[in-house]
Nanobody, 117 residues
Framework: QVQLVESGGGLVQPGGSLRLSCAAS????????MGWYRQAPGKQRELVAA???????NYADSVKGRFTISRDNAKNTVYLQMNSLKPEDTGVYYC???????????WGQGTQVTVSS
């Protein structure tokens, strides 16, 4: 059974930093990418950053230069280092694993990030 366990969310002041982690366990056929999405109140879920098994990264324009995604393939763990946080970064952050071998995506339970003074 696949399980994604997220950690690292919380409350931080504007300009601060947080690091999110997501450990994926279970049986995967072929992971194509791992990533982070977020959903702010009243808005749709949006891609924040993703990284392929080969290390290619993709970022939302709003976080480029501030966020860094990385992964440990051996541990099936993905990280999101978030610096210079802004109030508009507030939302629930969801970990995502794209198992291309099964043609399905898996989601974590979400972790709350609140940026406020």
């Amino acid at each position: 059974q696949v399980q994604l366990v997220e950690s690292g969310g919380g409350l931080v002041q504007p300009g601060g930093s947080l690091r999110l982690s997501c450990a994926a366990s279970g049986s995967f056929v072929r992971i194509a990418s791992m990533g982070w999405y977020r959903q702010a109140p009243g808005k749709q879920r949006e891609l924040v950053a993703a990284i392929t098994t080969g290390g290619t990264t993709n970022y939302a324009d709003s976080v480029k230069g501030r966020f860094t995604i990385s992964r440990d393939n051996a541990k099936n763990t993905v990280y999101l280092q978030m610096n210079s946080l802004k109030p508009e970064d507030t939302g629930v952050y969801y970990c995502n694993v794209d198992d291309r071998g099964r043609l399905r995506a898996y989601w974590g339970q979400g972790t709350q990030v609140t940026v406020s003074s």
